[in-house]
């Protein structure tokens, strides 16, 4: 009667206060190990002035995923985003509003626009590889990353930004950037030279957009991209149309949510094919015959037959997540069972943590997991479903799964199928390294590749 019988998670030795920030900044992964050899799937840890409790695997993962935003949810922990995206927009608003804000993406996403967003991408990644030499050494790491802030600013932030103003805009956008350190994570608003740079780029995208936006209106012009989507919606709960602050915050936090993710994924897959000659060729001569059954163009139809490519980008963002760890705040106190059948309560106040890279390294979930293993997708063998619906989280999942998958993807495949049918490629640099410093964990340094243009192309 005397004793609670809820069991709280255990709660990893001490570490000093600031050093063990200190230590989590510079390596997440390895405090994560350190915890599960120590603690098993659930454990806490305090770093400054809260308290993680880190989920580790399927088993555990559930109401992390599931559980509805009165009991978990994104906003506290994901503060640090709002100066970058500006106020009025995501985590800045109540639940119900950000939903809204996220069914007009939806809208802007929604297969019937991401058909004429592929050709955009398509006609950006043909002329951008035009401009590569007859052979070379490149570091892709840089070139994919201009490229795909080619197509996402043409795609999402519509044709005057990618015309008329884009390198304006990608210095501010890097800005932005830069304004995103771990320190900022704990203290967004700390007066340092970065976040005062992000808050001065943030005002000048505003001001840039609300022109765009005015012009457009003014005009009656119509274009096909995300900004038009969001000119033309209306909130369901009130009839009116998004501000031009809201518009341009959305439209950053569309920019943040899947331009880092899908550049880091492309390069991982180059690097990732080119140390792997069987699947390499394999993915060549899947191109072929694409190309001998439908023809040389590049369209959403034709990219959705590409499965050994799929396969490969998906074990890719198996081994290389590019959000390494996901967060919510907890709200009331609920119970997680682990596989072994330990039962802990895990009270209000804590964060919870579910990690991409961990879950997806757990011998018992994938075979040999340190392989690369596109097979292991194929029917037969779906080792994704081992272990339930949270086995496979490069995209999270649940209730607030990616919105942009489709589109990560279509865009990575028509990047690969341009590269990959007039060049061949080789990695020069030893295997990159993942960079965990960072929120979108990316290749450690630049990567240099040999390229050289086919005598005859593919196509
Ligand atoms: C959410 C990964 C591309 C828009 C997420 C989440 C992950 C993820 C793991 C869940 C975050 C959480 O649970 O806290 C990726 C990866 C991508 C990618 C690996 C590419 C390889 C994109 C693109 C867009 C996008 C291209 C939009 C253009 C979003 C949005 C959410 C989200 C709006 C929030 C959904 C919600 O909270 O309800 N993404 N993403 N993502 N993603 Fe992506």
Known sequence: RFFSSKKHPPMLPTIPLVGGMVKFAADPIGLMSTGHKLCGDVFSVRLLHRKFTFLIGPEVSGHFF????????????????????????????????????????VDGLKQVKLRSYVADMVREAEAHFAKWGVEGVIDLKKDLADLIIATASRTLLGREAREQMFEKVSDLLHDLDQGMLPISFFFPYLPIPAHKKRDEANKELRRLFSRVITNRRAANISENDLLQTFIEATYKSSGRHLTDGEITGLLIAALFAGQ????????????????????????????????????????FDVLSKMDDLHLVIKETLRLHPPLMMLMRYVHSDFTVTTAEGTSYVIPKGHVIVTSPYY?????????????????????????????????????????????????????????????????????????????????????????????????TPLA
């Open 359 to 455: 879950a997806h390294r757990l011998e018992r979930i994938y075979r040999d997991p340190l392989s690369f293993d596109p097979e292991r997708f194929a029917p037969g063998r779906e080792e994704d479903k081992v272990g339930g619906a949270f086995s496979y989280i490069a995209f999270g999942g649940g209730r607030h799964g990616c919105l942009g998958e489709n589109f990560g993807y279509m865009q990575i495949k028509a990047i690969w199928s341009i590269l990959i049918r007039n060049f061949e490629l080789e990695l020069v640099s030893s295997f990159p390294g993942s960079d965990f410093r960072s929120f979108v964990v990316g290749p450690t340094g630049s990567c240099a590749f040999r390229y050289k243009r086919r005598a």
């Open 260 to 299: 880092h993710t899908s550049s880091v994924t492309s390069l991982w897959v180059s690097a990732h094919l080119c140390s792997e000659p069987k699947w390499l060729a394999r993915v060549v001569e899947e191109q072929k015959r694409i190309i001998a059954e439908h023809g040389a163009a590049l369209n």
């Open 66 to 105: 599931r559980a509805p935003e009165k009991e978990v949810s994104q906003k506290e922990v994901y503060q640090f985003n709002v100066p970058t995206f500006g106020p009025g927009v995501v985590f800045d608003v109540d639940y119900p509003v950000r939903m809204e804000q996220f069914r007009f993406l």
